[in-house]
């Protein structure tokens, strides 16, 4: 069992017991119903995207197409508003979304899992004839101040939404070690990547949280802003190995009408942000902002929306930072 944590408060002289969240997870019945909800804006989209981003601003949830399976029970995936206290929490853990992620999100955690063990799928509608050149992208968020181990895998189906066992093909693993707030953070993963999968293939999404033992592990964890990202804006990996050295390349063609392709190379995983800016520094497009993993890549550019003249592409990392121009002519 957790251990049970009193934390004291001295005010004047008087000690005060303060609520402790460990107990109040230990203690609370479940409850299979969610939170209250409420409508907010749909967020800004700084790309081309195929498929969402969906920010889960309607009450109405799962959205639209949308499936949750939980094999083990209990009432899996639920929408969060900011502000809202996280049920089976308290009032230690609040809803918060990323940047342009509206009002709400949506978040797992052991309340809403089985008896004593959590398997909650949360599915997306088909997504079409879908090119390896596609990234799917979505901001994940382990919350602040929670010390417990947690899972979330990405998995891919190609033939149906109503069977785990479907989904056969691995976007990725991500393991919440039993430490504090990892904050929200933006992932890209180029379906290209993933072993098996093949052009022109339909597909669901599925995001998977797990934890065999949801007395002793199991936090709280959200996803927002899910999109698969299309090919005309977007990053691949060349797979040709670990370079040993950061670099940006000049954009090619150049000048270029509307398209350019942009290769640059990063010895170390780690965030890395491509973004494009006009001539007086405004931020006028978002290639790529999140993890990505130790290798040689090209970004493709579109800029059908933008008009001609003279823009700079600048690539920043935590150890690296460079800026070359490139010249749009229509």
Known sequence: MKKFITLFLVAVIVPVFLYSQDYNKLNTPRNPVGPNSVIGSEPPVPFLATFGPESFESPTFPPAS????NPVGGTGWDRITNGTNVPGWGTAVV?????GGGTAC???TYFNGGATSNDMWLITPQIMNISLNDTLVFWVKKWPGLQYVDNLDIK?????NSSVASFTYTVATIVFPAINDTAWTRKA?????VSGLTAGSNIYVGFREHVTDNLNDGDVVGLDLISLVGSTVGVINN????????????NYPNP??????INFSIPKSGNVKLAVYDMIGNEVSVITNGEL???NYTASFNASKLSSGVYFYKLVTGEFTSTKRMILVK
Do not use: D, H, M
């Open 256 to 261: 270029f009408n509307p398209s350019t392709k």
């Open 239 to 250: 797979g040709t190995g670990v370079p040993s050295s950061y670099e940006l390349a000049q």
């Open 95 to 99: 809803g918060s979304t990323p940047p």
């Open 106 to 108: 949506t978040y797992a």
């Open 66 to 69: 949308w499936t949750r399976l």
């Open 156 to 160: 891919i189906s190609t033939t149906t």
């Open 293 to 295: 993993a130790a290798g």
């Open 189 to 193: 993963y180029a379906l290209g990547s």
